[in-house]
């Protein structure tokens, strides 16, 4: 948690991000992250400052509990002074508990963010999905949280100005920008009409410009002319030394095929798991793991 101090921007973790949405599709599956195509709405975790601290707390828990779908989680919610956010003892259940920073007895419009993160610990911890190292484990649970309908939360506690600066979770605003962003054009859904926080609106349109980019990378139809055209550049080098050039940064690798036509892998925009097509023309691809049905010009 940043409390009045440096807020860290761009997209320093985007690989792990991005490995993280394919671990949830192999781990979950298609038709489970279908099953959470709504996300969590305002009024279900909304928090006056009339309410009582402890039960508006754990109704909020228990909202979020029914959102991941973790009917047999209960959760009892305490406060105390420490320095991170929020800590979850994750045992074997059913009932887990969970420490808030004491900030969140005046801030408690941000209790449904810190709570959102802790519980999808819960979630990832029976699905025995991790990450090694702590940092990597939180931001896949940074990016499961986002994706699954609850990060909106996490976004809207980023506020930052000249005199104070507040930010909730490991990924950096424009990251959970990001995430919330492949989750919006997944589902066809609008969260920023769901932001108080202006700063997070900002970020969100940057992480949304970012994920529009995914889609619009070679060997895909939707690519840019310079992107077309280094795409081509590459082929021809592909094809004449069986190898693409060996710097490294563009998304697709070529590989010879001794049985057929050169061959082309890049990430699927959606779920970010490689798939591989032959080196033909126009090519229909579809990828098994999140179904994406994707237009290519090989």
């Not at 973790?70 to 956010?85: G, Q, T, W």
């Amino acid at each position: 948690m940043v409390n009045d101090g440096p807020v860290e921007h761009g997209y320093p973790h985007l690989r792990t991000v991005r490995a993280a949405i394919t671990a949830l599709y192999r781990r979950l599956s298609y038709d489970t992250i279908q099953t959470f195509s709504t996300s969590v709405v305002p009024a279900d975790v909304a928090f006056c400052d009339t309410d009582d601290l402890y039960l508006g707390a754990q109704r909020v828990a228990r909202e979020l509990v029914r959102h991941y779908r973790l009917p047999d989680a209960r959760l009892v919610v305490s406060f105390r002074a420490m320095p991170h956010a929020a800590n979850i003892e994750l045992t074997a259940g059913p009932e887990y508990f969970v420490e808030l920073n004491d900030r969140f007895r005046t801030h408690r419009r941000d209790i449904g963010a810190a709570l959102a993160h802790e519980i999808m610990h819960v979630y990832l911890h029976r699905l025995d999905l991790s990450f090694p190292g702590t940092r990597e484990n939180e931001i896949l649970t940074d990016t499961a949280t986002t994706y699954l309908g609850a990060g909106w939360l996490l976004l809207d506690a980023y506020r930052e100005d000249a005199a104070s600066s507040q930010k909730l979770g490991y990924l950096t605003p424009e990251e959970f920008g990001y995430v919330l962003a492949k989750r919006a054009l997944l589902f066809g859904e609008d969260p920023s009409v769901w932001f108080t926080s202006p700063q997070a609106y900002t970020a969100y349109v940057k992480g949304l410009a970012r994920a529009r980019g995914d889609g619009q990378q070679p060997p895909l139809t939707a690519a840019g002319w310079a992107g077309r055209r280094r795409y081509a550049r590459d082929r021809r080098h592909a094809q004449d030394h069986a190898r693409v050039p060996p710097d490294g940064s563009a998304p697709y690798t070529f590989t010879p095929d001794g049985r057929g036509p050169l061959r082309v892998s890049f990430p699927c925009p959606t779920c970010h798991q490689r798939i591989r097509v032959p080196v033909r023309g126009r090519v229909r691809a579809r990828c098994a793991l999140c179904r994406t049905v994707l237009e290519c010009d090989t």
